[in-house]
């Protein structure tokens, strides 16, 4: 059975750090992305990164305060988080697909969410 499971997320102060992490079982993948959404808001795209370390952009809001990293032999995904701001308040999935970053193909797995909360 295939499954994306995040961890890490909780509760920390604004300026404080956070690593999530998605660990993926029952295959690998080519590319493995972070999205997060906030109450009333629209799903965002965070960033992705293939098996080859090939990664795309990281989104505006959160360039220069994450990082997506990737450890192939544990199969598994990490965002580190850094410099949080109580914007950075969401649920944040994972997701994972075959085709590589640079295409617009649609993510064909997800994780049931980890819930990450900024306080001010």
């Known amino acids: 059975q295939v499954q994306l499971v995040e961890s890490g997320g909780g509760l920390v102060q604004a300026g404080g750090s956070l690593r999530l992490s998605c660990a993926a079982s029952?295959?690998?993948?080519?590319?493995m992305g972070w999205f997060r959404q906030a109450p009333g808001k629209e799903r965002e795209f965070i960033g992705a990164?293939?098996?080859?370390?090939?990664?795309?952009n990281l989104a505006d809001s959160v360039k220069g305060r994450f990082t997506i990293a990737r450890d192939n032999a544990k199969n598994t995904m990490y965002l580190e988080m850094n410099s949080l701001k109580p914007e950075d308040t969401a649920v944040y999935y994972c997701?994972?697909?075959?085709?590589?970053?640079?295409?617009?193909?649609?993510?064909?797995?997800w994780g049931q969410g980890t819930q990450v909360t900024v306080s001010s």
């Open positions: 997701a994972a697909r075959d085709a590589p970053v640079y295409l617009d193909y649609p993510w064909n797995y």
């Open positions: 029952g295959r690998t993948f080519t590319t």
């Open positions: 990164i293939m098996r080859n370390g090939g990664r795309t």
